[in-house]
């Protein structure tokens, strides 16, 4: 009888007990947290090129079709995230990008190879998003600028939203437009001579001269006489590009995950560039000539499986297709091997084909009655190769420093059918 | 399309725990931040662009 009584006053005490604990889903303790810098990314990159049939010279194959660039790209992306008091997740990022490139076509703008043969590239983004963990849910803003080697300045707008589903997916979208500005710096046989130093000159009117170092000057003419000259008034055509983009995420199960994406793309406005050449059979050139509208819709699918313990695989293949003509395939694999659960080597290998547009010929096979023709090479038909290794460090203590959080160094060789070659080594530095 | 449909029907559901090989850095779903000059590089000397979270044409003198 004692035991009883014994144990029914303990089981009586446990149960006073059960009910004294708060409950796990009080949320009255949270408290919203204040901007902070989340992490900062420093990418750098050479890019070093071998390359004939320029698109400046219309195709040609000899040294004059020289297609030799070189490419020092450095850009910065600094991101702060708050905690607002609905529990959302406010992330703002910033970036800048800077390159810097040298290219042995772009002298031939001048017949004689005395343009300017360098240039640099300046583009600041600006992105913001909200992130509702409830309900799964992440609306976001973007804004991107470029000032691109003085004859092609861009305006980028874009707004995403994603939703995850129950079954471990997300579906998103995505909606971009870039707004571009083309400076019309045509071939020097295409650019107005300055008349005064010769012996007609013009009446009323507005002389643009492009010199061998890149350099536009406009000269106003009134009644025969030089009135002024300024160093800007060189005309823009507009390139306007219109995306949507739709995504959808899915983990399959403990150790693969796949997704697809589709672009459906509209550009309208100048899309070729205007000092390519093309040169016709009868060895007369002018500047190529595209349509003013194109449509795009690549489809892109990866898949990732973590095989075994220490290996990934990530897969991934694209198909592309343009009412210019043009179709393409991509597909690539990349096979990341954890040496260490800190550091993983990445070997690579990427392989791309393409048609050409209908609009494409070599060098000297347009004929003058063609109303669209363009002999830039990257619109041909070829197929490429890229392979390379990237190596990953992320130790839980730092790279050399606490804060350096993750260190990549990536080297890729490309090389394409149509003669051109390719290596660039990049590295990415995270720092949290 | 239907591959991944069908991925989705006979998807094994995946608990939070059992994330960990999902959840690997090097298990996302997205290029590498470091690919950015090779991703630049391609839309300026391929025809095609796209699909890859890169530039689909606009923002820059590529294709």
Redesign the interface.
Known sequence: MRKICLTVVGIYLMMINAYSQTSANDSSLYKPQKLKLDEV?I?S?Y?N?TADKSAVMGGRTDSKGIGNVT?L?N?I?IKFVSWDKKQRKNAFSAGLGIDYHTAASQAYIDTNGKARNNGMRIYPTFDWSIVNTKKGTEFGLGL?Y?A??N??H?L?LNTSFSKKTK???EFGMKL?????N?KMIKPSEFSTVDSSTTNSTPTDSVVYVTTASGRTTAIIYQNGQVVSKSRTGLPSKP???Y?A?FS????????M???????I?Y?SGYLG?PFHRVYFNDGKDTVENLPSQ?F?L?????L?Y?LGDNI?L?G?Y?F?I?NWG?K?H?ASLEV?VKITPFF?L?PFYRY?V?TA?KYFAPYEAHTANEQYYTSNY??AAFS?H?FGL?I?L?PPNGVLMKSLS?L???Y?H?S?TTN?A?D?I???L?FR | MLLTGTSVVSCAQVKEYQKSRINDSEMVLANRKVEKTEMSAQSYREGASGANGGKTGGGCGCN
């Open positions: 990314n990418v990159s890019y090129q490419d790209a850009g992306d991107y470029s691109e080697h004859y092609y861009s980028g079954s471990n997916g971009i437009g870039y707004f571009d083309i390139r306007d590009t995306t983009e959808f995420d899915q983990v399959i199960n403990t150790r995950q796949a997704s697809i994406v589709m672009d793309v550009q560039l194109r795009k690549p489809i892109g699918f990866r990732n973590f990934i990530r991934y694209r592309y343009d043009l393409s991509t990341p993983s990445s791309y393409q547009v990257a619109l490429s890229s990237g990953r992320a993750v990549e160094l990536r890729a490309y394409q051109l390719a660039v990049s590295l990415n995270k």
